[in-house]
């Protein structure tokens, strides 16, 4: 749980609790003193984030969440502020250099002559008074050597949210999150009204920022690159800030105190401060711990989303396990009631919503399955995603060279597989809409850099595979890739890069590599056959699945680079030649690969490993077969970025439970579906209102789930596809919530487990 920007897990909530329990007398302030020095939450300056920290205590204890001790009641000996020192303001009327040396300091303690003195100005000729200031602060008082004292400045931590503000800066939320406090606000600026000096408080104003910055970071360890002030149209003209070169932005909304919209100036501190300001941490994938009791898989799947308003995770949860009760519905009809679809819609309208974002929280889940395996394969492959049907989308692009009605939206992606061939997760999603103008001049794209071709696409998932590599060192990883892929940087990138996950790429044959004098699938094929093997060939288009016997060869090679690349030098590799014996059309591929190949035992893993990358085309199918993604219409790309970020994941979840099914079908069911689900199901099949005791296993629950959906379980059907348990899931949603009618005491178990 996240609160004040920091994370507060179960086992610190609970040693909190205990803390205050054997010691109900506890302060707060000891209480936050022992939480951050637990948390190591400190401030850049060393100090320990105490106020931060009474504040979190403070809202967790009000959500119910801690029970903290009653606060104590305001001893009669604690100190009181006095505002009532005596001070006569001077009469001044003069021009600037006649006020001698004008200085701006700042006020050195809280109980100093100085500090009553700067309250008491505040008090008695400020509109709004001394208030109170927000976190960080540092007060001046100006002073000049003729008159003495005529006026105060006041700065503080900045506003937390102004939307103009904000879009002039260009912050995302993360940036303002992780910035803010290089932002500082002019909370007070007060000159004397019996001071009637021309310039004086643009003057002061200049003082007083010329001297800001480093008074800042030597109290605070902090260097504010922006300051911000807030002018009440009404009463000022900000004449004086406009005058000390201060931006005039767009007013604020309605002011919470007077329901008066302000107008916003900001004053840079130095040239590069909105590069500073709009700089994003760099959040490595691993760092958001996962919730650690969700409620719900689409908790488990999406908790780690790095989204700081619960309301949209909330929102996230829901369309997410709508969509999995009705993959093939639209979203109305999967969210089911009006105020569920708008909500959804806005989701997918809300800026801070897209593909990556969705899916960065995924990963995380993703790479917890990847480390309990000690081999995954992560194939990658491109598919069209044909939008043709609602041409008055905005920013689509063309989909097929030679059709040029076609048009939609390009994907890349990345699954990891487990050596069985069930699906963990996505790791990589590259989404495009092509651009018409430059497909039409696709020939003379070709001597282009790869920088600018799309095969770059390629280089950026293996990136992607190579940073869970080093995140997964007891975990080998091997990229997949098929005859597109077969590019000479790759295999640069997989040589240059320390713990680089290993390489397996079809080999294109109309690329005619040569090895010295001869072509490399020439040089490869006179090699003797080390062994045969029989592999299955899954359907494609009007071809026939089918099992046959291959003859395996290998030989290690060294490929020459192309001549546009030949400052990247020579390339060591292994080969894998694999050719269909006794066939009219035979199966000939080339495998190239960084895995060392020196035995038949070695070059038949390369075929295993290749053969499976035939899931992520399964995964493709179910993907847009499954969520009928040609039928979601949301108006603009980016929309239908941010719902197949929704989507690809819920795809993932039915082939996950398709192939688990198959893997581990002795284990109970309960491993994926909740209590109330495998007993709506077994009720529903069975036509029965008892359920057995003890749940069935998950391959019984499976075929019992595909039976609902249309599989028919013949001796030589096979297990549930799917797409037939896409439509058992249908049907099981409905007669879950029949069952918690009917039993109102187990409506509490609705939600599926992760």
């Excluded at 008082?141 to 949210?161: M, N, P, Q, R, T």
């Excluded at 799947?301 to 790095?306: C, D, K, L, T, Y």
């Excluded at 072509?519 to 046959?548: E, F, Q």
Aim: net charge neutral; aromatic share 10%.
């Amino acid at each position: 749980m996240y609160i004040s920007g920091q994370h507060f897990s179960k086992a610190t909530l609970e040693w909190v609790q205990a803390t205050v329990h054997a010691n109900p007398a506890i302060s707060m302030r000891e209480l936050s003193r022992d939480v951050c020095q637990s948390l190591e939450w400190s401030s850049p300056n060393g100090q320990l984030c105490e106020v931060s920290c009474r504040k979190a205590l403070a809202e967790l204890n009000r959500r119910g969440i801690l029970t903290l001790p009653q606060k104590q009641e305001d001893y009669s000996f604690q100190q009181k502020r006095c505002s009532s020192l005596e001070f006569d303001p001077p009469e001044v009327q003069c021009q600037l250099n006649q006020l001698g040396q004008v200085s701006v300091y700042p006020v050195s303690s809280r109980y100093s002559k100085d500090s009553k003195l700067f309250f008491a100005l505040l008090d008695k000729y400020h509109y709004l008074g001394s208030g109170s200031l927000c976190g960080q602060q540092i007060r001046y008082l100006v002073h000049s050597s003729v008159y003495g004292h005529l006026g105060a400045v006041a700065f503080d931590s900045a506003s937390w949210a102004i939307k103009a503000r904000d879009k002039y800066i260009g912050w995302t939320e993360t940036a303002r999150r992780s910035n803010l406090n290089l932002v500082v606000r002019n909370a007070r600026f007060l000159i004397l009204p019996t001071v009637k000096v021309p310039n004086l408080a643009s003057h002061v104003l200049y003082l007083a920022l010329s001297r800001l910055p480093q008074d800042w970071e030597q109290r605070y360890s902090v260097r504010p690159v922006l300051a911000e002030t807030f002018v009440d149209p009404n009463r000022f003209l900000g004449t004086c800030y406009k005058a000390a070169n201060w931006i005039l932005l767009d007013d604020t909304t309605a002011g919470r105190r007077d329901g008066v919209p302000k107008k916003i100036f900001l004053f840079p501190f130095c040239p590069n401060w909105r590069e500073v300001l709009c700089h994003e941490p760099e959040h490595a994938l691993g760092d958001i711990p996962l919730p650690e009791e969700p409620e719900n898989w689409a908790e488990h799947e999406f908790g780690a989303i790095r989204l700081y308003d619960n309301r949209l995770k909330q929102r996230l949860y829901t369309i997410a396990q709508d969509f999995f009760a009705d993959p093939e519905g639209s979203i109305p009809r999967a969210s089911e009631c009006k105020a569920r679809t708008m909500g959804a819609y806005r989701f997918f309208q809300n800026p801070k919503i897209h593909m990556d974002v969705l899916l960065d929280a995924h990963k995380e889940a993703t790479l917890q399955r990847i480390k309990e395996h000690p081999v995954v394969l992560a194939p990658q492959d491109t598919t069209s995603l044909n939008y043709s049907s609602h041409p008055m989308t905005k920013g689509l692009g063309p989909i097929n060279t030679s059709d040029d009605s076609l048009i939609g939206l390009i994907l890349h992606d990345t699954l990891a597989f487990t050596e069985d061939g069930t699906p963990l997760g996505v790791l990589d999603a590259q989404c495009w809409a092509r651009d018409p103008e430059v497909e039409q001049k696709r020939k003379q794209r070709k001597k282009l850099p790869i920088e600018q071709k799309e095969s770059i696409k390629w280089l950026r998932s293996f990136e992607k595979v190579t940073e869970i590599q080093r995140l997964c060192p007891n975990t080998k990883l091997v990229s997949i890739g098929d005859r597109e892929s077969d590019i000479y940087e790759l295999f640069v990138e997989a040589r240059d890069t320390s713990d680089a996950p290993g390489l397996l790429v079809r080999a294109e044959k109309s690329r005619n590599r040569m090895l010295k004098d001869e072509l490399m699938w020439n040089h490869v094929a006179k090699k003797p056959v080390s062994g045969s093997m029989k592999i299955h060939v899954p359907r494609s288009g009007s071809r026939k699945a089918r099992d046959t016997w291959v003859d395996i060869r290998h030989a290690q090679l060294t490929l020459k680079p192309p001549n546009q690349l030949k400052s990247r030098g020579p390339v060591t590799v292994w080969a894998v030649y694999v050719l269909e014996q006794e066939h009219p059309n035979p199966i000939e591929w080339m495998l190239i690969t960084t895995e060392e190949v020196y035995d038949f035992q070695s070059a038949q893993k390369c075929v295993e490993w290749y053969s499976a990358r035939w899931g992520i085309e399964v995964y493709h199918r179910t993907l847009k077969s499954g969520c009928r993604l040609k039928d979601r219409q949301l108006g603009t790309a980016d929309r239908l970025h941010a719902c197949l970020g929704v989507d690809m994941v819920v795809a993932w979840r039915i082939y996950h439970l398709t192939m688990l099914g198959r893997e581990v079908p002795d284990v109970p069911c309960t491993a994926f579906f909740s209590d109330i689900e495998w007993k709506a199901l077994y009720c529903y099949v069975h036509k029965s209102p008892e359920h057995p005791e003890n749940p069935p296993s998950l391959g019984e629950a499976i075929y019992m789930l595909g039976g609902i959906g249309g599989h028919l379980g013949r001796k030589n059907d096979g297990p549930p596809g799917t797409q037939t348990l896409w439509r058992g899931l249908q049907r099981l949603d409905t007669a879950t919530e029949m069952y918690a009618i009917m039993n109102p005491q187990t409506s509490s178990n609705m939600p599926s487990g992760p």
